[in-house]
């Protein structure tokens, strides 16, 4: 596989389940970053990992919990969501975190519907 | 307010036709990326701007990035069914890790 990749494409959760996102590069990078995007938002940047540290969190509530075991991987747990949750969880990963010279490139998201 | 806003929110065209998507920043812009987005799946990545004056092409798009207005422009020339899809600036800040998205353009192209 090239690129980034996201699995589960589709998730469908009640607000007392557990779940987590996973997303994979296959691009050499060093840094990689969980967003939201929202019906009529902007995208919203939730972490960034670099060097499989991570360098930001944009006052998420605590009910999204990161994880990057390595610079290839990256897990978003999932636990007592609620219904505003739901949206469409993009991963994207850049050679490193920061600076105006990397581009980050999008995996295809996961769509997450919290009932 | 937004960070970063894009005008018009949607546009339709018919196929063949020129457009023109705008981004404006609030703060002052050290560089600028177009993104294009197929509904409801990942980002692609189109182009980065950086210096002012500067333009950049990729096939039939054109972007230009006016540093003193803060503002950035996205063209498609003679426009098809496959341009269709969401336009997203985003531009990160001078310092730390944040990074700003567009409100986004939905475009439509009518064959």
């Known amino acids: 596989e090239t690129g980034v990749t996201q699995t589960p494409r589709h998730l469908v959760m009640g607000m007392t389940n557990k779940k987590s996102l996973k997303c994979e590069q296959h691009?050499?990078?060093?840094?990689m970053y969980w967003y939201k995007q929202s019906a009529k938002k902007p995208l919203e940047l939730m972490f960034v990992y670099n060097f499989k540290e991570q360098t930001e969190n944009n006052s998420v509530p605590s009910r999204f919990s990161p994880e990057c075991p390595n610079s290839s991987h990256l897990f978003l747990h999932l636990h007592t969501l609620q219904p505003e949750d739901s949206a469409l969880y993009l991963c994207?990963?850049?050679?490193?975190?920061?600076?105006?010279?990397?581009?980050?490139?999008f995996g295809p998201g996961t769509r997450l519907t919290v009932l | 307010s937004q960070e970063l806003e894009q005008s018009p929110q949607s546009l339709i065209v018919q196929e063949g036709k020129n457009l023109t998507i705008n981004c404006t920043s609030s703060k002052t812009l050290y560089g600028l990326y177009w993104y294009k987005q197929k509904y409801g799946e990942g980002l692609i990545f189109l182009m980065m701007l950086q210096k002012g004056g500067e333009e950049k092409s990729h096939e039939k798009i054109t972007a230009k990035l006016d540093e003193k207005k803060q503002q950035s422009s996205l063209h498609i020339t003679a426009s098809q069914p496959s341009h269709a899809g969401i336009y997203l600036c985003g531009a990160a800040r001078a310092t730390g890790n944040q990074f700003y998205f567009g409100t986004g353009t939905s475009l439509t192209v009518i064959p």
């Open positions: 691009l050499g990078h060093n840094a």
């Open positions: 994207a990963s850049s050679q490193n975190s920061g600076g105006l010279r990397d581009t980050q490139y």
